[in-house]
């Protein structure tokens, strides 16, 4: 199975917060994908409550850990498809546009996701 992280997933991880981080962690050593558009949310969230030295250093570790998905015209098409017919935030979108072109599981404890179309292949982290 290939997972698709998403910054929800990375966020918890990064704060230790149970059960999503331990599955996070295990995660990690199969390179699950993830957008850089999450990537780059995970940096304006990190930054703005550490200081953006902290966030280059989480994006360095992600790029160690994760295989880290630039988005294509097509990814972009696609996320904005998603987002024309569902309400979530359009970094939500990429990152179900990128689990769907990797035929990946997005692992999310995101609500606005989770609770969305059920024909998205998702993994609820929350516990």
């Not at 918890?12 to 850089?36: F, I, K, N, Y």
């Not at 966030?55 to 880290?68: F, M, N, P």
């Not at 972009?76 to 179900?96: G, Q, R, T």
Request: proline share 6%.
């Amino acid at each position: 199975m290939t997972v698709c992280l998403d910054s929800w997933a990375v966020l918890r991880w990064l704060e230790g917060a149970e059960p999503a981080a331990s599955q996070v962690d295990d995660v990690l050593p199969h390179r699950p994908v993830m957008s850089w558009i999450n990537v780059g949310e995970v940096y304006y969230i990190v930054a703005r409550a550490t200081g953006t030295r902290e966030a280059r250093r989480v994006v360095a570790e992600l790029r160690r850990r994760v295989r880290l998905d630039l988005p294509t015209e097509d990814r972009v098409l696609a996320a904005a498809a998603i987002k024309a017919s569902h309400l979530l935030a359009y970094a939500d979108a990429f990152a179900l546009a990128t689990a769907a072109a990797h035929d990946a599981v997005l692992w999310t404890g995101d609500p606005e996701i989770l609770e969305g179309d059920p024909g998205w292949s998702t993994l609820d982290l929350r516990p």
